[in-house]
C-alpha cells in the first residue's frame, strides 16, 4: 500500500514539504503499529468499575514512543514555544491519521482541548499565565478545559452565556453551570479556560464576557454529573456538568483583560476545526477499511455469496470513496487558504469543512456499521463508537442548521453582483435582437 | 467580485501559471459580455419551422470576435498543431467558464465532440487523414461526429458494436444502425469518425473493432429521425438516429489500422471528461447565480417574505456553494492527477469526477429550477434546458451504475491489506493485553 | 396479474363498493387496451407543422369508447348533473389508472382543467351559467381554461393577483396579464375561468377578488406566446401567456358576485390535488412496468449480465414498491378523509399527499429513466415526457415549500399540549423519585 | 388533544372496533400517566454498580398497575389462552402506544422476546412445555430469550447455524456459541428457545435445524459477556454472547420435532414484525413530541430567535408528520393484509413495513437530537437511546440490503406480464399507425 504521503492529493502535494512528507509518513506507521493496538488495551484498562476514571498505563507508553519518534505538538504551527512550523495543510494531513485512533491525538499531546487552550495561551497569556500552565500542557504534563457551554441558555451564541465573573478586591469570584466540559473526568486536568460574564450589563454585547483561568481543584466546584453521548461516558475524559459556588481565583488569572473574552474566544477558533475535520476524514478512512475486511471475511457469506460480490456494497465502497476524497479536499483547501491568508480570510473555506466533513463521515461509518450487521454496534469494532463521536461534531461549536444559514447569508451577499450581471447580459440580448433583426419565439402557429 | 483567476481555490492556486490565469479571464470577460448575451438570440435565430436546422449568423459573429481575442482551441492541451500548451488542470478551469454558455464552447472552437475527435486525428491519423479533416476542424470551418453507440445492443461496453465494416477490394463498405449521433443535425458537419467490427470473429474480442473515417454525406447514409432529450431537438447540433446500407468509404480512411479501434477509441477518452465535468460546474455555478437572483427579486415576495429571507432558501444557497465546491475540487485534482501522470494512472480520480459531477449540478440546477417555480421550468431562464443538458452525463459515457460498480471494485482490491492491517493489529493488541496483565471487559456483574 | 380491483390495498377494501371495483377494472382494461396503444399515435397525428395545434382525430375514437363502456365524467362525486356517485377514494383509484396514459383522463372528459371548472360552475354557477358552459364541458363537446396565475408577482398567494376586472354600466373590462393558462393552445377551448381583482382597495385583502367568465374568442385577448415544460410545449393543450386588453363581457358572467372570488378558488380546490396525486401514482406505477421490462431485455445485457440480475437494480425495483405503495396510501387516507368529512377537514391529510406523491414519483420515474440509458431520455418511452409532466407538480398550486412550511406551523400547534404532557410526566416523575427515595444518577466515582 | 382513538388514520377506522377504540385509549392514558414518567426511574433504580443487572422496584408497580386496568397480554390476537381477540391491526395500533415508553410493553406483558416465544410455545409446544412454560410467561412471572444468532457465521441466513443440538440417550447434548440473546441479563430469564442443528447432513437443508426449550440455568452455560448496543448495556435486558458446552436437557424438550426447527422459526415470524414497527412508529412520535417542545422551549432562542420560527425547523416537522404517518399506514396495510388472510400473502406488505419503519424513524429521531443539540445526544431526553434501539431494526432479523434484495425480486416476478402488456400495446399502436394513416415524427426537415 502506497504511504499517506504517497497518498496526498494529487492537486495539493505541490503544497507539501519534504519534512512534512516524512513526519506524516512517520505518523501513520505510529499509529497503525502503536496507536491502533493499544486503543483495545486501552479501554479495557479503565475497566468498568473503580479504575475507569482514571489514567492508563499504555497511555504513558504510547507518549514516551511518540516524543521519542519526535511525534510531539505538531499543532504548534508557526509558534514559538518549540512549535513545529507545519502548515495547517501539513499539520490536517497528519490529524487525518491521528484521527484513526482513539489514543493517538493524546499520545502525540495533539488532542483536544487542550490544543486550543495551548494556542490560546501562547497567543493571550501573560508571561506568569504561560510559565505556570502552558508549560506543563506543552510537557503533556496536565491536562485542561475549555469551560463555555451552559445548559440553560442557547450558549452556541456565546453572547448568551450567564456564568458570572465579578470582581471582589484582588480576586475574581465565579457563579453559575457550565456544562459538556470535556477532559473534566481525566485526573490529570488541572486547569479550566473559563468563559463568563464580567460586565452583563454593557452596552457593547461583545465586551461583557472575559475569559479566566481557574485551577480544577478550586474550592466551589462541584461536578453534578457526567454527560453521555449515545451511552458512551468517554471515560477517563469525560463530559463533566460542573456548577461554580463562589469560586475565587487571582484577578492575575483573567486573560487578556476583562471584557475581551469575546476577542480571545474568536481567536481560538479557526485552524482548530480544520484539525478536527480532519481527524473526522480519518475516522472515515478507518471505517471504510473496516468494511472492506468485513465485505471480504471468508466466514461471513450470507446465501452463499460475499459481500463484496453485491452490486450495493460495490457501490457503498465506490461512493463512500468519492464522499471522502471530496470532503479531505474541501478541508485541505480550506487549510491552504489559512496558510495563504487567515482563519478570517478563510471564513467561507472552513465553514464548508464544518458542515460537510461531519455528514460524510456518519454516512461512512453507517455504512460500515451496516456491512458488520450486529458487530457493527457492539463493542466489536471501533465503529459504533466512532459514529457517536463523529455525530457530536454536527453540535459542537454550533449546529449544521447555524452554519448553513450563515454561509447562505454569505452567498446570498454575491445576489447583486449576480443580477447585475444578469441584468446588463439582457441588456446586450435585447440590443443583439435589434441587430440582427430577429423574432422572439412567438406562440403556436394556430394563435 | 473577483475574477475567475481570484477565485481559484486556494489549494490548486500555485498550479496556475499567470498565463493561464489570463487567459481564463479573458474567457470569463467573453464569456460574459458576448457569449451568455447571445445565447438567447442564437436560440431565436434558429426559429421553429425551416431555419431551425441551419446556422445561426450570430455564431459567426462570436467565433471571429473569440479568434481575434485569441480564445481558440485552448483544449489542445500541449500538442503541436497550435496548441495552447495549458495543462488539463489550465484548460479545466476555462472550460468551467464555457459551461455556462450554450454558445461558447463552439465559438472558442473548443465544442464536443469535435474536440476529442481532433484530438484522435492529431494522435492516430495518417497525414492525408490530417490534411484533410484536422485542418479545417481545427480552422473551425466544419464539424464532426463521434459514431459508437447503436439502438439495440448493450454498446456502453463497446465489445457489444455490431456495425459491420467489411473489405471490399480497395473500399470498406459499412452496414448498420447507429444512434445518438450528436452534431449530426449541424449543416456543417462533415465527417463521421465511426466505430465498427472489422473482423467480429476474431478471437479477441479487443481486436475485432476498427475505427473508420467517413464523410457524411456518402450515399447510403439514411437519418431515420431526430432524437429528443426531454423534449429538445438540440437544432442545430441535434442527436441523430443513422442507418448505414452499403456506405462505401476507400480503405485509407481506416484510422492506425484494421483491428485498432478499441485502442483508438481509449486514446479519446480521459481528459475530455474531465473538461466535461468542467463545463457541468460552470452550468451549476450559473444555475445559483439566477436562483439568487431569484431570491431577491422584488416583485416576487409570496406572502410578504423575500425567498432570500427564508431559511430554507438560505440552505440551498450553503448547500450549493459546498457542493460546487467540492465536486471542483474533485475534478481539479483529476486534472492535477492527468498533469502529474498521464489519464492511466488518474483513472480512480477521473472516474469520480465523472459519477461526483452531473449529480451534483442536477441538484443544484433543480433547486435554481425550484426558487424560479413556473418561471424555472419553461424558456424563460436557461434551467431547464441545462437540467436536461447535465441529466445526459449521468447516462453518456457509460451510467454512473456502471462507474461506480468498477470504482467499488478498484476499492476493493485494497481489502487484503485493509485485512492484513487489522489482522496485525490484532496479534498486537493480543501481545499488549498479555504485557499489561490486563482483562477483557467481562459479563454484567450477576452472571 | 391481479386486476385492478384486486390489487386495493387490504387496509383501503371494505371502502369501495361493488360496484367501483367493477368500473375500476373496466377502467384498468380501457386504459391498457385503449389508451396506451392510443399515445403514440395521438403524439404523432399532432406533427411537427400546421397540425400540431388541431385536434387529433384518434381522441374522437377514444372518447365514443369510453362512453359507449360507460367510463365517463367518474370525477363528478356524488354530484348532480349526472354525477356517478363515487366517494373520493374510489374515484381515486379510477384516476391512478388514468394517469398512466397521456389521452385517457381527456377521452373520459376526466380531464383537468375541465374537472374542476365543471365541478366550480356546478358549485357556484347560475343557471344561465351552468347552462351555457356546464352542458358542453359535461358533454366534453368544448374545454375550458382556468386562468390566475400572473408572470409579474408572486400569485402562488392569490391575494397578489393584479389583472383588473372594472365594471363600466352593463359590463366588465378585463385589463392584465395571465401565464401558465394551461389548455389554451386547444382549439376546442371555448372558455376561460378569469380570477381578477375587482375591488383591489378593498379592506379585506381576500375580498378584493371576483372570478368571472370569459369567451375564450372574446376580443382584446392576444396569445403572447406559448410556454415549454423542459422542451416540451404540450400541444395541443399547450399553456399559453395571455394579454388581457380591455376585453368586454356581460355583468352577469361574474360567478356568485363581486368580492367572492376567493371563496371560490378555495372551493375548487381540495378534492382536485388528491386526484392529481392519484394520476401521479399511476404515472409511477407505468415507470416501474418499463424499468422491469427494460430491466429483463434480452438485448440490452453490458457486460454480459442482465440489469434485472444486479443488486442495485433490484434494490430500485424494491425501493420504488415501497414508495409507490406509501404514497397511494396516503393519497387514499386523504380521499377518505373527505369523504368521512371534507376538505376542510382533511386539510392536513391533502397536503401530505401533495407534498409526497410528485417527490416520490419523480425518483421513480428516473430511476426507470436511467435503466433505460439513453432510450429513457428521448422520445422512444413515455419516461422523459412523464418526468416532466410530475415535475411541475412540485410547483404548480403552490411549491413544495410553501406547503411544508404550512403543515410544519399546523404540527407546531401542537407544541403546547406537548410541553404540557412532558411537564405533567417530568412532575409525576419527580413524585416517583422520592416514593422510591431514588437517587438520580451521579457523577463518576471519582468526582 | 385528540385521543389515540380519534388519531387513527381515516383510511382504517372502520377496520377497528369499539372495543379495540376502547383499549386503545387506556393503553395511551397508561403510557402517558404511568410508563412515561416511570421511565427515568426504572433508569435511575437500575444504578451503575451491583443493582444494574436487577429487577427494578418499579416495574412491579407498573405491572399490577397495568393488570388491574385489564392491559395484559393484547398481544395473544385472536388465540385462546386468554388471548384479548384483537385483530393484528387493533394490536398494532396499541404498540405504537407502547413503543413510546421504555417500560410500557414489559409492564403489559406484551414485550418481545417474550411474545414470540409464547406465541411459539402456544402455536408448536406440547401440554407439558405448556404447562412449565408458557403458564408463567403468559402470568409475567418469568421471561425468555430466543436463542438464534450466532457470532461466527452469517445467522442471518438460518441454514448456517451451528450450533449442535446431539441426541444422547434421553438427552439432547448442546455445544456451541450464540450471541445477541437479548433479554439473558434478567435475572427473572428463566428459559431459553434455541434453534441448532440436530442433522447436519440431512439432505434437505431445511431440516437439519430443530428448535429446543432449555432452562436458563442448566449446566454448561457461560456467558461470555454483555454486547451493548451504541454504549448502551441495556441493562437488565442486555444481550449476551453465551457459550454452550456440553449442556444437556430432557429429549422430551425439543419442539415440535426433530429436524422441525425451520418450520416452527418461520411461524413464529410474521405479525412480530409489525407490533416491532408499529413500536418504532411510537418512538417517532415521541421523538417528534421533544422535537415540538424544544423548539419552542422559551429560554431556547439563538440569536434572537425561536427555533420554531425557522423554516428549516418547519420543514422537519412537517417532513416528520409525513414519514411517520405514510409509515403507519404501510404497516396497518400490511396488519390488514395479515388479517384478511395470512402471515405468508402478506409477505410483500410485511416487507415493506420491516425495511421503511426503521428508517423513518431514525430520521425522526435524528431531527429531534438535532433539534435539542447537546441536549439531545445525551441523558436528559429519551432521544439518544431510542436512536440506537431503533438503529438494530436495520439490522435484526435480516439487514434492510436482503429485505430489499428479496422484495425486488418478487417485483421482478411481475417483469415477463409487464413486458407482454407492452408488447401487446406495441402492436395495437402499430395497428393504429396503418388504421389512420398516421406517419411517426421523422427527421429535421433539413434532412
Redesign the interface.
Known amino acids: 500500500?502506497p504511504t499517506a504521503s504517497e497518498r496526498i492529493?494529487?492537486?495539493?502535494?505541490?503544497?507539501v514539504s519534504e519534512r512534512a512528507r516524512k513526519t506524516l509518513d512517520l505518523v501513520e506507521k505510529f499509529v497503525?503499529?502503536e496507536c491502533?493496538?493499544?486503543?483495545?488495551?486501552y479501554?479495557?484498562?479503565l475497566?468498568?468499575?473503580?479504575t475507569?476514571?482514571?489514567y492508563p498505563?499504555?497511555m504513558t507508553e504510547l507518549k514516551t514512543k511518540a516524543r521519542s519518534l519526535g511525534l510531539w505538538n505538531q499543532f504548534l504551527a508557526g509558534h514559538e514555544h518549540g512549535g513545529a512550523g507545519f502548515t495547517n495543510?501539513e499539520y490536517g494531513l497528519m490529524c487525518e491519521q491521528l484521527g484513526r485512533s482513539r489514543t493517538a491525538s493524546e499520545a502525540t499531546n495533539n488532542a483536544a482541548p487542550d490544543t486550543g487552550n495551548m494556542e490560546l495561551l501562547a497567543k493571550y497569556g501573560s508571561e506568569a499565565q504561560k510559565k505556570r500552565w502552558l508549560g506543563p500542557l506543552l510537557e503533556g504534563e496536565i491536562r485542561s478545559c475549555y469551560v463555555m457551554?451552559e445548559?440553560?441558555?442557547?450558549s452556541?451564541?456565546a453572547t448568551?452565556v450567564q456564568l458570572s465573573i465579578k470582581r471582589e478586591g484582588n480576586e475574581y469570584v465565579l457563579n453559575g453551570q457550565k456544562?459538556?466540559i470535556s477532559g473534566a473526568?481525566d485526573?490529570r486536568c488541572k486547569v479550566y479556560i473559563v468563559l463568563g460574564k464580567t460586565d452583563p450589563n454593557h452596552a457593547d454585547k461583545y465586551k461583557q464576557q472575559s475569559i479566566i483561568i481557574v485551577p480544577s481543584d478550586s474550592p466551589g466546584i462541584e461536578?453534578?454529573?457526567?454527560?453521555?453521548?449515545?451511552?458512551?461516558?468517554d471515560?477517563p475524559h469525560?463530559?463533566?456538568h460542573l456548577i461554580f459556588r463562589n469560586v475565587r481565583v487571582p484577578a492575575e488569572n483573567i486573560v487578556l483583560g476583562e471584557g475581551r473574552g469575546f476577542e480571545v474566544m474568536q481567536g481560538r477558533m479557526g485552524p482548530g476545526r480544520i484539525h478536527h475535520a480532519m481527524r473526522s476524514i480519518g475516522a472515515a478512512e478507518e471505517a471504510?477499511?473496516?468494511l472492506?475486511?468485513r465485505?471480504?471475511a471468508p466466514?461471513?457469506?450470507?446465501?452463499g455469496k460475499q459481500l463484496?460480490e453485491?452490486?450495493?456494497?460495490?457501490?457503498?465502497?465506490?461512493?463512500?470513496?468519492?464522499e471522502i476524497?471530496?470532503?479531505r479536499?474541501?478541508v485541505?483547501?480550506?487549510a491552504?487558504?489559512i496558510?495563504?491568508g487567515n482563519a478570517k480570510t478563510?471564513l467561507?473555506?472552513i465553514a464548508?469543512a464544518k458542515?460537510?466533513v461531519p455528514n460524510m463521515a456518519l454516512d461512512v461509518i453507517d455504512r460500515a456499521?451496516?456491512t458488520h450487521?450486529?458487530?457493527?454496534?457492539?463493542?466489536?469494532t471501533p465503529l459504533?463508537?466512532m459514529?457517536?463521536q463523529v455525530?457530536?461534531v454536527?453540535?459542537?461549536d454550533g449546529?449544521?442548521?447555524?452554519?448553513?444559514?450563515?454561509?447562505?447569508?454569505k452567498?446570498?451577499k454575491?445576489?447583486?453582483?449576480?443580477?447585475d450581471?444578469?441584468q446588463r447580459?439582457?441588456?446586450?440580448?435585447d440590443?443583439?435582437?435589434k441587430k440582427?433583426g430577429?423574432?422572439?419565439?412567438?406562440?403556436?402557429?394556430?394563435?
Chains 1, 2, 3, 4 share one sequence.
Open positions: 500500500m492529493p494529487a492537486a495539493v502535494r505541490p503544497l497503525n503499529e491502533l493496538p493499544a486503543d483495545p488495551v479501554h479495557a484498562q475497566g468498568t468499575g473503580a475507569r476514571w482514571t498505563p499504555i495543510l457551554t445548559p440553560d441558555t442557547a452556541s451564541d448568551n456544562w459538556w473526568g485526573p461536578v453534578k454529573r457526567m454527560l453521555s453521548v449515545y451511552g458512551y461516558d471515560a469525560g463530559h463533566a471504510l477499511r473496516w472492506l475486511t465485505a471480504n466466514h461471513k457469506q450470507p446465501f463484496s453485491q452490486g450495493v456494497i460495490l457501490q457503498w465502497m465506490a461512493k463512500s470513496r468519492i476524497d471530496a470532503a479536499l474541501i485541505l483547501n480550506a491552504a487558504a496558510d495563504a478563510a467561507v473555506e464548508q458542515i460537510l456499521v451496516q450487521g450486529a458487530e457493527g454496534i457492539c463493542q466489536d459504533a463508537y459514529w457517536a455525530r457530536t454536527r453540535i459542537a449546529p449544521d442548521e447555524a452554519h448553513l444559514e450563515q454561509l447562505g447569508k452567498e446570498n454575491k445576489a447583486a453582483e449576480a443580477r450581471l444578469i447580459q439582457v441588456e446586450k440580448t440590443a443583439l435582437f440582427y430577429t423574432k422572439e419565439l412567438g406562440p403556436c402557429p394556430r394563435l
